[in-house]
């Protein structure tokens, strides 16, 4: 029997059976950790593994399908049924990925959810609401909203709709101690233990007009983030570059810094602009597409006022 992993947000494996027992008996792979294998419909816990624990009673939590095995290289594309972290606070549901993805959240009775300004669309009548402020003065000088909404509900469970107001897809990840650098338009909502912090770029944002703030999201919980077009996840194992663009989010265990490909005129005049340069082990998700590239595109239909 072959079984795969997922530890730390990470997917692992296949492994064999006698293999996994081993790393169970010796704590490398923890209970709350899950896996996947043969007889099962869906991820479990690995203390509910009927294989790794046979007095256990199985379990089926409504997260995801059996995965095939990642392929190893220096950056892998993970499919999203592979980014999917079964780990959750909240219970939720994406729909319309990945173009117009909206988010459905539902909170338990006194239980707290973080929520971008504005990016409610729908709730349930017992969810209360506080505006609070995030972000200070770099959150301002974007032009961004500085405020979150926290919605609470109160004296029963209740749902709440999201809808960002880009127009495209929605990830979850599960913030576990660990940290995530966040596009500073990206953040969508999360758990109320997740922190988020504003990191200062420098004159380079300036200079690209890109990426100008980063939020660093820590702490444990819940965490949403949206993108403009389309979103895919590369799994990075040495070093990878990306458009300071097309960057969404990426692992605070990757260095990074940012830079032209070329010189001086090509960041001028190729329309590449500044690239990240990451290194080390992670995670970074990409957007398909860029808000810039598409008003440019967009301009020569724009009407022009006949002023003579």
């Known amino acids: 029997m072959q079984i795969h992993l997922f530890r730390n947000g990470v997917q692992e494996g296949p492994f064999p059976l006698e293999q996994v027992r081993q790393m169970y008996a010796a704590g490398d792979l923890k209970p709350t950790d899950h896996v996947f294998h043969e007889g099962l419909t869906d991820?479990?816990?690995?203390?509910?593994?009927?294989?790794l624990v046979p007095s256990a009673p199985p379990r089926v939590p409504p997260v995801l399908a059996g995965p095939p095995p990642l392929a190893a290289a220096t950056s892998a594309l993970l499919s999203p049924a592979q980014t999917a972290d079964p780990r959750r606070d909240f219970d939720y549901q994406i729909e319309g990925r990945p173009d117009f993805a909206f988010l459905t959240v539902q909170v338990p009775a006194n239980r707290t959810l973080k929520v971008e300004a504005s990016a409610m669309a729908t709730m349930d009548t017992n969810l209360q609401m506080?505006?609070?402020?995030?972000?200070?003065?770099?959150r301002f000088l974007t032009g961004e909203n500085i405020f979150v909404n926290e919605f609470t509900a109160a004296g029963g469970p209740a749902s709440i709709g999201i809808a960002p107001g880009a127009p495209g897809d929605l990830e979850h990840v599960y913030l576990d101690g660990d940290g995530l650098f966040l596009q500073s338009s990206g953040y969508v909502a999360s758990s109320p233990d997740v922190t988020l912090d504003s990191k200062w770029q420098g004159w380079k944002g300036f200079f690209s007009g890109e990426g100008l703030f980063l939020l660093r999201c820590s702490g444990r919980g819940d965490l949403w983030f949206n993108t403009y077009g389309a979103m895919f996840c590369v799994n990075v194992n040495g070093s990878y570059v990306v458009d300071t663009g097309h960057v969404v989010a990426?692992?605070?265990?990757?260095q990074y810094e940012v830079g032209r490909i070329g010189g001086y005129k090509s960041l001028f005049f190729s329309g590449e602009?500044?690239?990240c340069r990451f290194r080390g082990q992670g995670r970074v998700w990409i957007q398909t597409r860029r808000l810039g590239a598409f008003a440019s595109w967009i301009q020569p239909f724009r009407p022009v006022k006949n002023r003579g």
Do not use: C, E, Y
């Open 273 to 275: 602009g500044l690239v």
């Open 130 to 138: 506080k505006t609070r402020m995030r972000g200070g003065l770099t």
């Open 43 to 51: 991820w479990v816990l690995a203390s509910q593994s009927p294989a």
């Open 250 to 254: 990426f692992t605070d265990s990757l």
